[in-house]
């Protein structure tokens, strides 16, 4: 991908994040005024603010690009004339916001030929958003406008790291529920907050590995770049490292033995 190193995507990268202040505000009128969800054919939850959103991303990047596509969670779909899609996640962590905690966030990133080299993640009730470019590191900025680079930690053994497992209350319906938790009983902590907040957690070195078992691409695509860019390990239960392949591990390069290692037995596990 060193063909893309070069190319200049500030503009790209100031809509983007733009785009995520404002539709950040708009969340967070819709949740200080209170929402309720409803259940979408997957089981997941929807709001009017999910959807509002969506809308808003949708329309401010077909404005902004309009040779660009487009795939949203909530519908948003807009053919490509240009080999570049968007892809949109207006509130991951949709339990979370309905019920008024600070864990959710938005997902916003550019898909470039099928690799993605933009990616933003923004938690509004926090005021931070994590933002990666490709080749230009990955950053934090927070509520009081600082703007601080991030990566990874230098963690290599498991009596020393955190693990961070999302969608704990589905791990039954995988083969890693009969080993788990013994598995994880090698590490210093588990966390459990929620997918983008962990996962970032691992891309500034709060954490070292996360495991996320069921997931889609607005899910994923921006948790890709920034983690890549963090100096992190993006990679599928099969090996692959593609952000439709419904699940994924971020961790720091010491840890990335064991977990390939442990997801691809229990991937393996999973076939038979």
């Not at 005024?33 to 603010?49: F, L, M």
């Not at 240009?82 to 991951?92: F, K, N």
């Not at 934090?140 to 601080?148: H, K, M, N, V």
Request: charged fraction near 20%.
């Amino acid at each position: 991908m060193g063909k893309y190193l070069h190319m200049d995507f500030s503009r790209e990268l100031d809509v983007c994040l733009g785009l995520l202040r404002q539709a950040g505000e708009v969340a967070l009128d819709f949740q200080r005024r209170g929402v309720t969800a409803d259940t979408k054919a997957d089981d997941s939850p929807v709001t009017e603010a999910d959807r509002a959103c969506e809308r808003l991303f949708s329309e401010g990047l077909a404005s902004a690009f309009p040779s660009d596509g487009q795939l949203g969670e909530e519908g948003a779909a807009r053919p490509s004339a240009s080999g570049r899609q968007w892809i949109i996640d207006p509130i991951d962590g949709t339990r979370d916001y309905v019920r008024r905690n600070r864990l959710w966030s938005m997902l916003l990133a550019l898909e470039v030929n099928g690799e993605v080299l933009l990616g933003a993640a923004h938690f509004p009730a926090f005021g931070e958003t994590y933002y990666a470019v490709k080749g230009q590191g990955a950053w934090r900025t927070g509520a009081g406008g600082a703007r601080d680079r991030i990566a990874v930690s230098g963690k290599s053994e498991t009596a020393e790291g955190v693990i961070c497992v999302n969608s704990l209350q589905n791990i039954t319906r995988w083969p890693f529920s009969a080993d788990l938790v013994q598995w994880l009983g090698r590490f210093w902590a588990v966390r459990s907050l929620g997918g983008a907040l962990d996962s970032m957690f691992v891309a500034a070195g709060h954490a070292d590995a996360w495991i996320e078992q069921g997931a889609k691409p607005w899910d994923l695509a921006s948790i890709q770049i920034i983690t890549e860019e963090a100096g992190g390990v993006f990679f599928n239960f099969d090996g692959g490292r593609s952000i439709y392949a419904g699940n994924c591990v971020t961790c720091t390069p010491g840890f990335e033995t064991e977990l390939r290692a442990f997801v691809a037995a229990e991937h393996a596990l999973g076939l038979m």
